[in-house]
């Protein structure tokens, strides 16, 4: 005998990866639009008058986010604009092919889109950086400019918050990647819902407690189209590693993802721990808790030709890129910076920034 929906006694087609429910397809809708709908709020996520940037990739977190929110804002009277927002990181038969998804959400959800480039931003696309520095660490480039990148487009589109697709199982690695690193500091801030309220553009996570498996599903049934091809140049990326291990534990006891989350909230940083201070890039004059920023000293070492020294320890890979600066009997490089920084409220406000060495 089929199972029936715990929540109307119609036939259940489904049982949810997070609870165990079995549901029928409308009351999934009703009960994952619902727990979003509730993540904002409590969270605080917007207000009326935001302007929002939406990290829009074409993958399904994404798509899903994009959906939800034009939905969620029409319903709830969030009173928010949207704006889809690309970044194109120059990945040949990838990124290229994903764009064309999101140019797609663009024309069905009836949103604004911004495409931003590394090319533009950087002058460098992935495509280059790859033949630079190989496949082994590839995605610490990627990562640091997409972030920088995001911010920069918001800025381009008078944005003044951004939202991004990143869900409960994303976080959960995140977790498990800074106690395998040590990393206090990233491990305390990854699991916030919301970052950068102390400077720069404020960042929220409306899909933090989402398992990965229902946005699937939700996109299934749904039928968004989004792009489900992985990256080319991710297969070896470390946070592969603590996915393998995430799922393994999730199959166990399925409730390991917001476990796992809900342990990082609850860590605390004994008082005298020196945490590092947030503070401006004297380059690009975007958030750093260094003097120069991780974008800054990789795109220096990227143009200097020694991208691997500006791998690691921030610290110790301006003090290699200075040496072989000294050696080379060169300057650190000329920095062309146009970029206008006042003071809200006690906030960075940058407006532009156009850096090159």
């Known amino acids: 005998m089929p199972a029936c929906c715990r929540m109307c006694d ?3 087609i489904l049982k949810r990866p997070k609870t165990g429910d079995a549901l029928c397809k409308e009351c999934f809708f009703y ?5 979003i709908n509730q993540t904002i709020v409590s969270g605080k996520l917007f207000s009326p008058g935001d302007t929002v940037a939406l990290g829009a990739s074409g993958g399904k977190d994404s798509t899903v986010l994009a959906y939800l929110l034009k939905l969620l804002n029409e319903k709830h009277n969030y009173g928010i604009e949207l704006i889809l927002l690309s970044v194109d ?8 092919d994903s764009l064309e998804t999101v140019k797609r959400n663009q024309h069905q959800y009836e949103l604004p889109l911004k495409i931003v480039s590394y090319e533009e931003l950087y002058g460098w696309t992935m495509d280059a950086i790859v ?3 190989g496949l082994k660490n590839n995605c610490t480039f990627c990562g640091v400019f997409r972030r920088q990148a995001l911010d920069r487009g918001a800025m381009k589109v008078n944005a003044n918050k951004i939202a991004t697709g990143h869900n409960a199982d994303d976080i959960a690695e995140t977790v498990l990647m800074n106690v395998l690193r040590g990393d206090i500091a990233r491990l305390r801030r990854c699991t916030y819902i919301t970052t950068g309220m ?7 996570k409306p899909l933090k407690y989402t398992y990965e ?3 699937v599903m939700y996109a299934y049934f749904k039928k968004l189209d989004y792009f489900s091809t992985e990256c080319i140049y991710s297969p070896n990326a470390y946070r592969g590693h603590a996915r393998t291990y995430l799922k393994d534990l999730e199959r166990i006891r399925p409730s390991s993802i917001i476990d796992i989350i809900h342990s990082g909230e609850s860590l605390a940083v004994k008082k005298d721990v020196k945490m590092p201070t947030q503070g401006v890039c004297t380059r690009c004059s975007f958030i750093s808790s260094n003097p120069i920023c991780k ?8 143009n200097k030709g020694l991208p691997r020294l500006a791998i690691g320890k921030s610290k110790k890979c301006r003090k290699l890129l200075d040496e072989a600066g000294k050696k080379a009997g060169g300057d650190n490089g000329s920095i062309n910076n146009h970029t206008a920084v006042s003071s809200i409220d006690g906030k960075i406000d940058v407006r532009k920034a156009d850096v090159t060495f």
């Not at 009960?31 to 727990?35: D, G, H, I, S």
């Not at 102390?198 to 929220?204: I, T, V």
């Not at 974008?295 to 990227?302: F, I, N």
């Open 10 to 12: 119609s036939p259940a």
């Open 31 to 35: 009960a994952f639009e619902n727990e």
């Open 89 to 96: 990181e120059g990945i040949t038969g990838y990124r290229d």
């Open 131 to 133: 033949k630079q520095i």
């Open 198 to 204: 102390d400077g720069g553009l404020p960042r929220c």
């Open 213 to 215: 498996k229902e946005i």
């Open 295 to 302: 974008a800054c000293t990789l795109l220096e070492g990227l």
